[in-house]
């Protein structure tokens, strides 16, 4: 599976100066979104196809905090152990519904064609109110080039992704622009 192979040079890949410098730019902008959270110490967040784990080291510290990822490659190099990891697909997560009071959903959105169960999923498992922290590659030229690094992707204009997940049940708290990505803010309203 194409995931359990990069999960080889995944961190490696990531700690190269020009994708470092570019990842380091997304995850404080991911921080800069967390601070439009309410304070809340018993949050119960699910870091949807968390990789190697690099959103879950971006959490406050005293969150309850599930990692899925469908690689079990992936999940191996993601070695915080006070965290728990579960290997399966984004798309039937075997959770209750009305779990969650926060998930994250980075980089996984350009990889998935069905963007509507996606979200349809993501709203099941969260509560009413909770929020969903969720980014696109969007359609800007910076993203063609990655077609020439061999990634079967799903460039997605932003403006068409408020309308996905408006008619999906979430309204949105604040949004950032980055490089490679739009990241949205959003509150489940229904
Ligand atoms: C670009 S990585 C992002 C990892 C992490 N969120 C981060 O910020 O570094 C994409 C991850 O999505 C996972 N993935 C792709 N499709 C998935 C699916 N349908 N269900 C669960 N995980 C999936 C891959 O295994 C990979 O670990």
Same mark, same amino acid.
């Given at each position: ?12 890949? &990531?700690? #190269? ?6 990842? $380091?730019?997304?995850?404080? =902008?991911?921080?800069?979104?967390? *601070?439009? %959270? ?13 990789? #190697? $784990?690099?959103?879950? +080291? ?6 309850? =905090? ?11 190099? =993601? @070695?915080?152990?006070?965290?728990? *990891?579960?290997?399966?697909?984004? %798309? ?11 998930? #994250?959903?980075? $980089?996984?959105?350009?990889?998935? *064609?069905?963007?509507?169960? %996606?979200?349809? /999923?993501? !709203? &099941?498992?969260?509560? @009413?109110? $909770? ?11 910076? !993203?063609? *080039?990655?077609?020439?690094?061999? /990634?079967?992707?799903?460039?997605? !204009? ?12 979430? +309204?949105?708290? =604040? ?12 509150? @489940? /309203?229904?």
């Amino acid at each position: 599976m194409f995931w359990d192979f990069k999960s080889k040079f995944y961190d490696f890949a &990531r700690n #190269t100066l020009v994708i470092g410098w570019i990842l $380091g730019e997304e995850n404080q =902008a991911i921080k800069n979104l967390l *601070f439009f %959270l309410p304070e809340r110490p018993d949050f119960k967040v699910l870091d949807v196809a968390t990789g #190697t $784990g690099n959103v879950l +080291k971006l959490l406050p510290k005293n969150y309850f =905090a599930v990692g899925i990822d469908k690689s079990f490659s992936m999940l191996k190099k =993601a @070695k915080n152990t006070e965290k728990t *990891f579960v290997n399966c697909d984004t %798309l039937r997560l075997p959770f209750s519904s009305s779990s969650f009071n926060l998930l #994250t959903c980075v $980089g996984l959105v350009e990889y998935v *064609f069905d963007v509507e169960a %996606l979200l349809k /999923e993501l !709203n &099941r498992v969260l509560i @009413k109110n $909770g929020f969903l922290l969720i980014t696109i590659s969007h359609t800007r030229k910076l !993203n063609f *080039f990655r077609f020439f690094l061999g /990634e079967k992707i799903f460039l997605r !204009n932003p403006l068409i992704f408020e309308k996905n997940f408006k008619e999906n049940g979430f +309204k949105l708290v =604040a949004k950032n622009t980055t490089l490679l990505q739009t990241q949205f803010l959003l509150e @489940k /309203e229904t």
